[in-house]
């Protein structure tokens, strides 16, 4: 299995290029426009790409009506047809049908992760395929006669994914694995003969094992304490292709034989590699690295190994590709930190490359916009802390200008490359943003990300710190108006840091964070059941003695400590960090005397979708901050 981060939903991403300029007293403030809340906003989010059977179209998700709906849209480029109009609640496509145009998506109910599966008929009819209240249900794959899909439920129990095969004629579900010890499942073979089933250690390791189904043997695929995740079996069924860190730091490439029980490296490289397949007719392999936070695909051809050649983007990265079946032609999303991905065609055959989508608000200048640059400064203890460094253009040493430190999600998140229109709307209007990759934080290697086991709010925290302390130390930056800003376990980051070290920040903003490690702890979702022991090996096992520290980093226990202005945000439907961890610390930290301001969404979840709920939320941060730190108003004890 991946590496967890159980609590990270809201985790930013930018582009990674190195920055070791020193800090210059010259001039270099930029004239920018800035923009309203709703012209930032006025952007598009869309993923997806499935190729309809005669790849005439692509369906994708796009949130341009002001949450997500499903949409298709020709290969040859033109106007979106919408497929739904949901305008409350949210729908993610999967994929067409593999010999008809019927579709397959899922729905959740506003933010509690209780998705269930439909299908979109050709005549414009739906129906639900999961239907049991309560239970969770998650698409598996197509089968190789393209007669079924697989998909993953908790219907039986509620703990525990089980396997089930349903037949697309009929939609009629066949339980294939009852999963009654934890497993995750993560691969099956084209024949259904083997299944590749994870069993969580910790929150970095796992062992993985090849299922025979018919003798119901277990086969251990390396028997290395380390991280191992499933790929693919290959399309002859006699091995399966995975990764792991086993002899390493970072995750690399192999290849087991089932029969010989032996293994061959396929693939090594200087980083995690996240992900690889070989394309559904053997043409390609496609792999995707974790390259010093940026999302780096590597695309060969499996015959000779050579790479495929690839339209130049210039400062932009290819994150994400696709293939229709023939594998005659691909689909690519291309973005940066300073704009939101776009969608492309490329023809294999003529090389004619098509843009599909212009996701980037037409009343925004991206010259106005800011590109990332990563930075390293030393924490306390010497250990090299990676970050993500956005300096507004309008800044310079005879300009200086207010910053926040941003945390990640996780624990075990990592902030990436990616467009963010929060971090841009704050830097437009004149915010520095670090966004701190702290120790914990994945794609550095296992080393660095074991080393807040059992140590979170303390060591990381202290790296939050650091990073103010690097802020300050720049020259376009006041050093008297330094924030700290964070969600979910960046939430819980940003608590810690007003209440154990309630001099280091001038004001904190808290989105859905943790504040009390006891209760959220003893109160996971049911289906977290496979992965509770990790959580507890890694933050403490609430129901030991670990209790006494669990309670000692807790903010809400410690709330008379906090002195700085505070802001939390909240969506009354999550499952993971409950409406009450964000009530109880409001409610503690107002008998201070302190201002805190709460916004509470009674239709969202572990992350804001709806743009509406977007534009309430980001309006209504920028102008905290520009209240308590820009303009640091006094107020009374």
Known sequence: MKKLSIFCVLCIFFISCKDDTKPTKKDTAQSIQQYTIEQMMDNESVSGGSFSPDKSKLLIRSNRSGIFNMYTI????????????????????????????????????????????????????????????????????????????????????????????????????????????????????????????????????????????????????????????????????????????????????????????????????????????ITDKGTYRVTYINEDAKNAIEITKVATGKPLELPDFGSKSITNVGFSRDESMMRMYVGGSNTPSNLYVYDLATKKLTQLTNTLNKAVNIDDLVTAKVIRYKSFDDTEIPAIYYLPKQASANKKVPALVWVHGGPGGQSRQSFSALVQYLTNHGYAILAVNNRGSSGYGKTFYKMDDLNHGEGDLQDCVEGKNWLAQQAEIDSDKIGIIGGSYGGYMTMAALTYTPEAFQVGVNIFGVTNWIRTLKSIPPWWESYKESLYKELGNPNTKDSVRLKRISPLFHTNKVTKPLMVLQGAKDPRVLQVESDEIVAGVKKNGVPVEYVLFEDEGHGFVKKENQIEAYSRILSFLDKYLKKKEEFKD
């Open 74 to 277: 020709p290969v040859k480029g033109g106007e979106y047809t919408p497929i739904t109009a949901s305008d409350s609640v949210s729908v993610y496509s999967i994929s067409f049908f593999p010999e008809d145009e019927r579709i397959l998506y899922r729905m959740d109910n506003n933010g509690d992760e209780i998705f269930h599966l439909f299908v979109k008929n050709t005549d414009g009819t739906a129906q639900e395929l999961t239907t049991t209240a309560g239970a969770r249900a998650s698409f598996a794959g197509w089968s190789k006669d393209k007669k079924s899909f697989f998909y993953q439920s908790n219907e039986r129990d509620k703990r525990f994914m089980d396997l089930y095969e349903m037949d697309i004629a009929t939609f009629t579900p066949k339980l294939m694995f009852k999963n009654e010890d934890g497993y995750s499942i993560e691969s099956i073979s084209d024949d259904k003969s083997y299944l590749a089933l994870g069993k969580s250690i910790n929150t970095n390791d796992s062992n993985l094992f090849v299922y025979d189904m018919a003798s119901k043997k277990f086969t251990n695929v390396n028997e290395k304490l380390s991280a191992n995740d499933a790929e693919e079996f290959s399309s002859d069924n006699a091995s399966l292709y995975y990764t792991t860190d086993a002899d390493g730091e970072f995750s690399y490439l192999m290849k087991f034989n089932i029969a010989a029980g032996t293994h061959e490296k396929v693939l090594e490289k200087s980083w995690d590699i996240m992900g690889s397949y």
